[in-house]
C-alpha cells in the first residue's frame, strides 16, 4: 500500500462518502505522510450553520473514503455541496461502490479512492462562523486504483485522468500536463 499511497495524489479536491450516504465535496485536502498513510480534510462552517454534517458524520462514526475528483466528475462534484437530507449520491448521479475495510461507500466513477480510520480532529476557532473549521486527519487503511488511472510505465496517469484542483474563491484548475523535477541540492 506504501507504493500506492506514495505516486498518489496531493492537493486536489475531493468526494468524500461517509455513512447516511452522504457524499460531500472539499477543498482543502492534503495527504499529510504515507508511512503509514495519512490525510486531512479541512471544512469550513457556513453561515446560518454550525458544522457540516460530514465533520459530524466522521467523529460519530469513525471513518470515511476520499475520491478523487475529476474533471468529468465536475458537475457531479458540484451537486454534493447540496444541502438536503435524500440521498446524494442519487442526487449528483453517483455510484456507491462497497468499501473493503470500512462502512462508508467508495464512489464508483471516481478512480482513485482511499479507505480512511478518523485518527484526530480538531477544532479550530475564526473571527466569524464562516471562519471556524474542523480538521479531519485519517489513516489510510485501503487504496483502490482503477487500472484505466494507471499508464505505461505503472504510475497514476494524471494528465488522463485530469483531477481537479480548487485554487481560491470559486476557481477551480485541471492538471492537464505534469512534470518531473529532481532535487538538485
Known amino acids: 500500500m506504501l507504493t500506492e499511497f506514495r505516486i498518489s495524489l496531493r492537493n486536489f479536491p475531493l468526494f468524500k462518502a461517509i455513512l447516511c450516504s452522504n457524499a460531500d465535496r472539499y477543498s482543502q485536502f492534503q495527504q499529510l505522510t504515507y508511512d503509514p498513510p495519512y490525510v486531512m480534510i479541512a471544512a469550513n462552517h457556513m453561515d446560518g450553520r454550525n458544522r457540516k454534517d460530514t465533520c459530524t458524520n466522521i467523529e460519530q462514526t469513525g471513518e470515511f473514503v476520499w475520491n478523487m475528483a475529476t474533471y468529468d466528475l465536475r458537475e457531479a462534484v458540484n451537486k454534493t455541496a447540496a444541502v438536503l437530507k435524500g440521498d446524494e449520491f442519487e442526487f449528483a448521479g453517483l455510484t456507491k461502490e462497497p468499501s473493503k475495510l470500512v462502512k462508508p461507500w467508495r464512489v464508483k466513477e471516481s478512480p482513485i479512492q482511499f479507505e480512511c480510520k478518523l485518527y484526530t480532529s480538531l477544532h479550530l476557532p475564526g473571527a ?5 473549521v474542523d480538521v479531519i486527519i485519517g489513516r489510510v487503511v485501503g ?3 482503477a487500472s484505466r488511472a494507471i ?3 505503472g504510475l497514476i ?3 488522463k485522468l485530469k483531477p481537479i484542483a480548487r485554487c481560491g474563491y470559486y476557481q477551480y484548475s ?3 500536463r505534469v512534470f518531473i523535477r529532481l532535487l538538485t541540492c
Open 128 to 132: 466569524s462562523v464562516p471562519g471556524r
Open 151 to 153: 499508464n505505461e510505465d
Open 174 to 176: 485541471v492538471v492537464e
Open 143 to 145: 487504496v483502490h486504483i
Open 157 to 159: 496517469d494524471l494528465p
